[in-house]
């Protein structure tokens, strides 16, 4: 926790009554979810697929730099709702209610050298559960950067925002790493461990097929637009993660935003669980079109309350929400997406060095520091 | 190289093209009746029979392989976005010339997809569709005398089969309430009019239910015609005990349709069926739970309904969403997060 814990006004009824408000507004939207959201959900995969086939088909004639303009910019844009509106709301099982095989968490492979299978483990169910819990949410900075004053700093800090750079450009292979705990399982021992290694195969076919697409496949059929093809894809394949690194970066790093010791998680409540995820979690505030595009994690308080509602919800349910905010006097930590982009990349350049002398520090703080 | 691996060894080619999509999921963009693609239909008209019964015209997928006369499709109908699958007798006769297949459908209140397909369907909609199936069917070779014995919508099957083959001596006995709720009653009196059928209509709301009893009345020689029987479990059950205790069961053929009736209790026995373990279970222990305690291995993640790591196929029974107080009856293709789920009665859990 920072040092002022911005929920001490709050009594334990308060937390359990927060609680139940928050139900009440996921029933809500439970109760009433039906055909206009499938037919939403429908429509967005149609209209991805449509302009990705356009796309790749305009990039055949990529030779000519108007077509390599326009067939980039269209696959960026259905790389990034591939990944964000589509993908990544239907592993997180929004919309497994409609009981469709083909839009299911169960059946759903994204354009990402991820497997789905590795990151609904990684994405759902540790970072979910665990959001912004030092120690058990890998999220927190990736377990590459420290993005939180309570964080143990190391010399190895001081280069992070090149590694956060690095990691936006190469965003998804920096995930696939994550999912597979790279870090964790490159020793001698681990790496030998037959789970471990089903899951690397698992990850070096995925990359292996996403590759020979992007970079061999589909410009060979390109013919004399070979080059310029293998150029685009690529570009696209940058644009897509670095948009969907800085989206993400907004979700939990900007100030404002609290982390949480691993014993304050210990017999959580539901009222208490939501109350993290309300503190864990930042907004980006914009129009239709960066919620669509952000994949609606611009709504990322609203995800993190109830990752399993549609994505299309997230903004009549953010109006709520917010009220909610208000009634219990907590910060609602929103913005434009450069300022949160802003102020998460600040985090990452102050937070490479070790921290300056303490100000105020609660007592509990203190004894983790000489622990440390 | 033969074609045939020719023609695979291409298709393998568009899947990397398309990877990690089918080329199916772009195919069906444009063209989802197409010869290869997953069984669907289109619906092209609905024409009302009574107050609450319709035939659906549906034009099915270059997949359908044809059906018997006397056989029923399941089909997959989004109602308010959710898929639900249904079984409904064919009723169109196996050489309509348009290749189109019509069922009728009789909606049962709060029939969620029975009212939707009587009601709210339009030409143009997608369902999903399986392939015929089903032995109540007419045999190869032709009996000398008939009687169909039906009742409410068990005539759909047997309306098919009328519709499809002509026989010399046709007698049937159908009963409905009241005359304007048979089904295809014009029809019907129109095969009498040419004399290609005998009919005794049963009104129940002014005659009574069917007593079996007063079949020697109605067909004298019952007992000597191949019979095909659909309608309620009571009327069936008559009719095999009076076919048996004449000693003519042989000639009897029987329908039932199966409404799930799922009675949603609180707790109840759970099985899981791929370990063979059975064992009771409250209506509040999350059934996650309750299959760790008995030694079944579950997948599991965060435990509390938000990771959807847990999500296991419901086989039989209902269950209950301890957030919402949600019933969810098994189905084919039903999953359930076991993490948030209680057995709402007996239900059996796939692990
Ligand atoms: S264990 Fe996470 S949803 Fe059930």
Redesign the interface.
């Known amino acids: 926790m920072t040092a002022i814990d911005p929920t001490d006004h709050l009594t334990a009824e308060q937390i359990e009554e927060l609680g139940r408000e928050l139900d009440a507004i996921r029933d809500e939207v439970i109760a009433d979810r039906g055909e206009k959201d499938a037919a939403y959900i429908r429509k967005v995969i149609s209209a991805q697929r449509k302009l990705e086939l356009v796309s790749r088909g305009v990039l055949l004639f990529s030779i000519f730099p108007p077509a390599w303009l326009l067939g980039t910019a269209g696959l960026s844009v259905a790389k990034i709702m591939d990944n964000m509106e589509i993908g990544h709301n239907i592993l997180h099982g929004q919309w497994d209610w409609m009981r469709d095989p083909k839009i299911h968490s169960t059946t759903w492979e994204w354009d990402h050298v991820s497997p789905a299978e590795q990151w609904k483990h990684s994405h759902n169910e540790l970072h979910h559960t665990y959001t912004n819990v030092i120690g058990k949410d890998n999220d927190l900075g990736y377990g590459i950067m420290r993005v939180d004053e309570d964080q143990k700093w190391h010399p190895f800090h001081l280069g992070q925002p090149l590694w956060n750079f690095i990691n936006a450009c190469f965003f998804e292979y920096g995930i696939a790493a994550y999912d597979l705990e790279l870090g964790k399982n490159l020793n001698k021992r681990r790496r030998k461990n037959p789970e471990f290694r089903a899951r690397a195969k698992a990850v070096g076919r995925k990359i292996r097929k996403q590759v020979l697409k992007d970079y061999v496949i589909h410009p060979l059929l390109s013919g004399p637009s070979f080059l310029p093809t293998l150029a685009a894809t690529f570009t696209a394949n940058l644009v897509r993660n670095i948009w969907s690194h800085s989206v993400i970066m907004c979700g939990h790093f900007p100030e404002g935003v609290q982390v949480f010791e691993r014993r304050s998680i210990k017999g959580e409540t539901r009222g208490q669980w939501y109350l993290r995820q309300m503190m864990g979690s930042a907004n980006i505030s914009g129009n239709r079109a960066v919620h669509f595009m952000t994949g609606n994690l611009s709504h990322q308080i609203e995800h993190h309350l109830f990752p399993d509602l549609p994505s299309n919800r997230y903004a009549e349910v953010a109006v709520k929400v917010r009220a909610l905010f208000e009634k219990y006097e907590l910060e609602y930590v929103t913005g434009p997406l450069p300022k949160q982009v802003f102020s998460a990349w600040r985090k990452v350049f102050r937070l490479s060095l070790p921290n300056k002398k303490p100000e105020v520090r609660t007592p509990d703080r203190e004894q983790e520091l000489v622990a440390a | 190289m033969t074609s045939a691996t020719l023609r695979s060894r291409a298709w393998k080619?568009l899947e990397?093209?398309?990877?990690?999509?089918l080329p199916s999921?772009?195919l069906d963009?444009v063209s989802p009746l197409r010869a290869g693609a997953d069984l669907r239909g289109r619906i092209e008209a609905v024409h009302p029979e009574t107050g609450d019964a319709a035939t659906v015209v549906i034009r099915p997928g270059r997949g359908w392989r044809g059906h018997t006369a006397g056989q029923y499709v399941r089909v997959g109908v989004?109602v308010?976005?959710?898929?639900?699958w249904r079984a409904y007798s064919i009723t169109s006769p196996t050489n309509r010339q348009d290749g189109r297949v019509t069922i009728t459908v009789k909606a049962i209140p709060d029939g969620k997809v029975s009212n939707h397909l009587v009601r709210r369907v339009k030409p143009g909609m997608l369902i999903q569709l399986d392939q015929a199936t089903g032995d109540f069917v007419l045999p190869q070779a032709k009996p000398a005398k008939v009687l169909y014995l039906t009742a409410g919508s068990g005539i759909t099957p047997v309306m098919g089969m009328l519709r499809d083959i002509e026989f010399d001596d046709v007698v049937m006995v159908h009963c409905a309430p009241q005359p304007q709720d048979v089904i295809f009653r014009s029809e019907l009196h129109d095969l009498v009019a040419a004399e290609k059928l005998r009919l005794t209509e049963v009104h129940t709301a002014t005659d009574g239910m069917l007593d079996i009893a007063r079949l020697d009345e109605l067909v004298p020689d019952w007992a000597e015609r191949e019979t095909w029987a659909c309608g309620p479990a009571g009327l069936l059950d008559a009719a095999e005990k009076h076919w048996s205790e004449h000693g003519v069961q042989e000639r009897l053929h029987t329908e039932r349709f199966r409404p799930s009736i799922v009675v949603a209790g609180d707790g109840g026995e759970v099985t899981f069926s791929a370990t063979g373990k059975t064992v009771d279970a409250d209506g509040a222990t999350p059934l996650l739970d309750v299959g760790e305690e008995a030694g079944v291995l579950m997948p599991s993640?965060?435990r509390?309904?938000?990771?959807?790591?847990c999500?296991t196929p419901l086989k039989a029974g209902a269950v209950r969403d301890l957030?919402?107080g949600?019933i969810t009856e098994a189905e084919p293709?039903?999953?359930i997060q076991t993490c948030v789920s209680a057995a709402a009665g007996p239900c059996d859990i796939e692990r």
């Open positions: 080619l990397m093209v398309t990877t990690p999509l999921d772009y963009l989004d308010d976005g959710v898929r639900l993640g965060c509390m309904g938000i990771c959807f790591g999500i957030r919402t949600e293709g039903v999953l």
